[in-house]
């Protein structure tokens, strides 16, 4: 089945700078790769997701890149704000998310004021 | 709309004890799903369903059952308790739409196995 790993666990930026987490993904037949955010003692919610045939999408100060070849896509915030604290899951699927998303472990963002 | 929803909000059992976990949803989505999040790790699916009367193995199945008599409600059996079972229990649905992938979730079962 499909194995998604994601780096790093944890990570700590300066509010206004960027942070770039990673994932990489199994599955060639993957087409499907969405973002959720989980704040803590809360439920996750989708920030952004991209599909197999796109290399690249962005929503305001988020982004997120696709490299099929190499089966790896990242997340990618600028100008961090405190609000961006929170955990970060990132997840693949075979069937646009209808059935089974595969999720990453997790990357823990702490923006420093 | 209500959304997801899920009760209880916190449970503590006994090993050995069974208990059923509700969730339902409001959004007249097809899909639904059960995931379990353990400390500091990422959510593993249970169960899935992808409509009434039909549902699936996920990831981590064992221990767990599940029906789906209805659209709205998907609860999650836990036959015969254990502490490997100690986690939060997050149900979520989505529906087939061009476009629209996103898995709402709702706000999780806090479950402790003593």
């Known amino acids: 089945g499909e194995n998604v790993e994601q780096h790093p666990s944890t990570l700590s930026v300066q509010e206004g700078d960027s942070a770039v987490i990673k994932c990489t993904y199994s599955?060639?037949?993957?087409?499907?790769f969405p973002w959720y955010k989980q704040e803590l003692g809360k439920r996750p919610q989708l920030i952004i997701d991209i599909r197999s045939n796109v290399g690249e999408k962005k929503d305001q100060r988020i982004a997120v890149t696709l490299n099929k070849t190499a089966k790896h896509f990242s997340l990618h915030i600028t100008e961090t704000q405190p609000e961006d604290s929170a955990v970060y899951f990132c997840?693949?699927?075979?069937?646009?998310?209808?059935?089974?998303?595969?999720f990453g472990t997790g990357t823990r963002l702490t923006i420093i004021p | 709309n209500a959304g997801v929803t899920q009760t209880p909000k916190f449970r503590i059992l006994k090993i050995g004890q069974s208990m059923t976990l509700q969730c339902a949803q409001d959004?007249?989505?097809?899909?639904m799903y059960w995931y379990r999040q353990d400390p500091g790790m990422g959510l593993k699916l249970i169960y899935y369903s992808v409509g009434a009367g039909i549902t699936d193995k996920g990831e981590v199945p064992n221990g767990y059952n599940v029906s789906r008599s209805t659209t709205e409600d998907f609860p999650l059996r836990l036959e015969l308790a254990a502490p490997s079972q100690t986690s939060v229990y997050f149900c979520?649905?989505?529906?087939?739409?061009?476009?629209?992938?996103?898995?709402?979730f709702g706000p999780g079962t806090r479950l402790t196995v003593t």
């Open positions: 959004m007249n989505h097809n899909y």
């Open positions: 997840a693949a699927s075979i069937n646009f998310g209808n059935e089974k998303l595969t």
């Open positions: 599955d060639s037949a993957s087409n499907y």
């Open positions: 979520a649905s989505s529906y087939e739409s061009r476009g629209n992938y996103e898995q709402y």
